[in-house]
């Protein structure tokens, strides 16, 4: 079973005593590739650094988050497009809108992620996106940039109902988390997985965050990493009705076909 973990944020400080322990960990379980999230003026060329050092294996995603947006400056969004110029950068993101925490005031995050959209726009790059509690603002601002941008992901998808049938309805892909695996939070998620086409399906661990709650014992450290991805994958067997094998296999596939990935390095 081969597995990609489309996002995972390695370049974390939690990840800087053992990473490449972490990386062994996670190859060891099928994980033949993983897109380093980048997320920051900070970590997005750590990202690259990393993914350079692990050629074939690691890639890419260069973007600032909402959280970071007021560090979006002319000066960043020059850093960003200088780090779209090279091939491991595979995504442009991760951006988007939230205003669930509105760590930036929420008219910065609007133009960081235009910005951002405009540089999926020349780069022709897959986007890699986060959205909580700013649908509809989020929907507008893509629908100003229709028929110019290459596929989308909504990564770390939690949201409800509607909200997965407007991303399915512009053909955007999935991303999905442990957050399927806690019994109480992901319980409208293994309702609505179902629905999600299987080639526009796809897994992330987002560690260090979102240790699956399947794992157990929960290591007291609390750290998730891409070793876990598996959690992810039996959940979403389950809740789809399909063999453990089938799921990977297809999310896997989608994954490479989104991020346009070459076949792994042999082992
Ligand atoms: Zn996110």
Known sequence: MQLIDIGA???HDSFDPDRDAVLQRARDAGIVQMVVTGA?????PQALKLAQRHPGELFATAGVHPHHASEYTAECDAEMRALHAHA????????????FRDFSPRPSQRRAFELQLQIAVETKK????????????????MRNFDGRLGPAVVH???GTRAELFDYLDQDWH?????WLC???RGQHLRELV???????????????????????PAPSHRRNEPFYLAHIVEELARDRGESIEVTAANATAAARAFFRLPAPPAV
């Open 126 to 141: 897959p986007l890699f996106l986060h959205q909580r509690d700013a649908h509809a603002d989020f929907m507008a601002m």
């Open 88 to 99: 491991e950068v595979v995504a442009v993101g991760e951006c988007g809108l939230d205003y």
């Open 194 to 216: 179902p629905h999600i086409p299987a080639d526009r399906l796809m897994i992330e661990t987002d560690s260090p965050y979102l240790l699956p709650r399947t794992v157990k």
């Open 156 to 158: 770390c998808f939690t």
């Open 182 to 184: 806690d019994e109480r």
């Open 9 to 11: 944020n390695l370049t």
């Open 40 to 44: 920051s003026r900070e970590h997005s």
């Open 174 to 178: 999935i991303g999905i988390t442990g």
